[in-house]
């Protein structure tokens, strides 16, 4: 049976987000103000179906397929936000679900640290897909079960401050987003983060999963 982990759409890309996401991924880069969807589901090999699905119903276009043993993440994205709410439910109409069977997600962790040493920040740089973390700067991270949560965390955190996004990782066992920038910036990004990811409704985690 499918496992509907994560279901995250994203009504307008914020800039920072969007630019990651065409860093960092494989397929088409999406811009800034399109809609975009994440999907998360175990195990993780169901998510080719599910977005042969997805394209073959609309004019969406991926830019992320993720398959691991146990879990495997999508995304996909369109000027269209009719579009991309077309592609959400072919998927959820093929996997016999609706979006209300998600994992309520959990903030698994979080940390801010604030004024963070330039070596620390360096370190942290060289494992970052998105801008560089200064020293002296004010840290927050966020951990989510399930992982692609973090994506409506890093785009509402980018709608309500002038944060640094240094890393989203959406893909795994939790998901991780890295937030950098002025102490004040860095408040103010990680309370809309939380409320984000808080607000979300699904259904009560059951069972253990892998790596």
């Known amino acids: ?5 994560s279901y995250v759409f994203l009504d307008s890309l914020q800039p920072q987000l969007a630019s990651f ?26 998510i080719i179906k599910a ?27 369109s000027d269209d936000k009719g579009q991309v709410l077309n592609a959400g439910r072919a998927i959820l109409d093929h996997l016999g679900l609706k979006e209300d069977d998600r994992i309520k997600p959990k903030v698994v962790s979080t940390q801010i640290i604030r004024r963070i040493s330039p070596y620390q920040a360096q370190l942290i740089n060289k494992g970052r897909d998105g801008s560089m973390l200064l020293g002296e700067q004010t840290l927050f991270i966020l951990e989510t079960d399930p992982a692609a949560y973090v994506t409506i965390a890093a785009n509402e955190a980018e709608k309500s401050s002038r944060v640094t996004l240094v890393e989203v ?7 991780r987003l890295y937030l950098g920038g002025e102490e004040r910036d860095v408040i103010v990004g990680s309370e809309a983060a939380l409320k984000s990811v808080e607000a979300i409704t699904g259904k009560e985690a059951s069972g253990k999963g892998g790596e």
């Open 21 to 46: 996401v065409a860093s960092a991924a494989k397929g088409f880069m999406p811009v800034a103000g399109m809609a975009s969807l994440y999907v998360e589901v175990a195990p993780g090999m169901e």
């Open 169 to 175: 990782r959406p893909v795994g066992r939790f998901g």
């Open 51 to 77: 977005l042969d699905v997805a394209l073959k119903a609309t004019s969406c276009r991926p830019a992320v397929q993720v398959v691991e043993r146990a879990f495997g993440v999508l995304e996909v994205h």
């Open 1 to 5: 049976m499918v496992q509907l982990r």
